[in-house]
T-cell receptor, first 111, second 112 residues
């Protein structure tokens, strides 16, 4: 059974810092990995999608990497801003295109 | 494109009452999903559908039923609501072939 773990559960950093969020999964037979952002009381917004054949994806200040063999992904946020404060969720797609989610990392950027 | 929409946004039920949550997508996606999100439990898959007329169980299907009579709609039913079904429910659909999932805004359900 696929299990996804995100560390740390919560992170608080000052504005302007670069930071890394971690995601690990137990079964390397994945189709892809997706990072989402969720603001309090809101839905999920897709940030980056990495196919199993890819090593990384970039969007603006965000960069996501994937190492299937070790079962790890990282989300790098450059020059963090208070507006980046949210919960970040990692999810992997396995059989029948079903997503398995991690518990999320609650990120706070302090002005 | 409206994307993925959910109706209603909020609902309060009494134990034993029934209701149906509607999910609609206008992106012509084949696959649709229902998740529930609970504090400390993350998002868990309830049921999913790989095409019109098909449904399958996910991780936590008990107490729920689903139907996919039209490709664009996926309905989640609670026949006899229980307080344990208090949760936020999210619908999602998938774009093939890259398998990117798109989520609706959620339905916040409280069962008293």
């Amino acid at each position: 059974k696929q299990e996804v773990t995100q560390i740390p559960a919560a992170l608080s950093v000052p504005e302007g810092e670069n930071l890394v969020l971690n995601c690990s999964f137990t079964d390397s037979a994945i189709y892809n990995l997706q990072w989402f952002r969720q603001d309090p009381g809101k839905g999920l917004t897709s940030l980056l999608l990495i196919q199993s054949s890819q090593r990384e994806q970039t969007s603006g200040r965000l960069n996501a990497s994937l190492d299937k063999s070790s079962g790890r992904s990282t989300l790098y946020i450059a020059a963090s801003q208070p507006g980046d404060s949210a919960t970040y969720l990692c999810a992997v797609v396995s059989g029948a295109q079903k997503l398995v989610f991690g518990q999320g990392t609650r990120l706070t950027i302090n002005p | 494109n409206a994307g993925v929409t959910q109706t209603p946004k909020f609902r309060v039920l009494k134990t034993g009452q029934s209701m149906t949550l509607l999910c609609a997508q206008d992106m012509n996606h084949e696959y649709m999903y229902w998740y529930r999100q609970d504090p400390g439990m993350g998002l868990r898959l309830i049921h999913y559908s790989v095409g019109e007329g098909t449904t399958a169980k996910g991780e936590v299907p008990d107490g729920y039923n689903v139907s996919r009579l039209k490709k664009q709609n996926f309905l989640l039913g609670l026949e006899s609501a229980a307080p344990s079904q208090t949760s936020v429910y999210f619908c999602a659909s998938i774009k093939v072939p890259n398998n990117e999932q798109f989520f609706g805004p959620g339905t916040r359900l409280t069962v008293l």
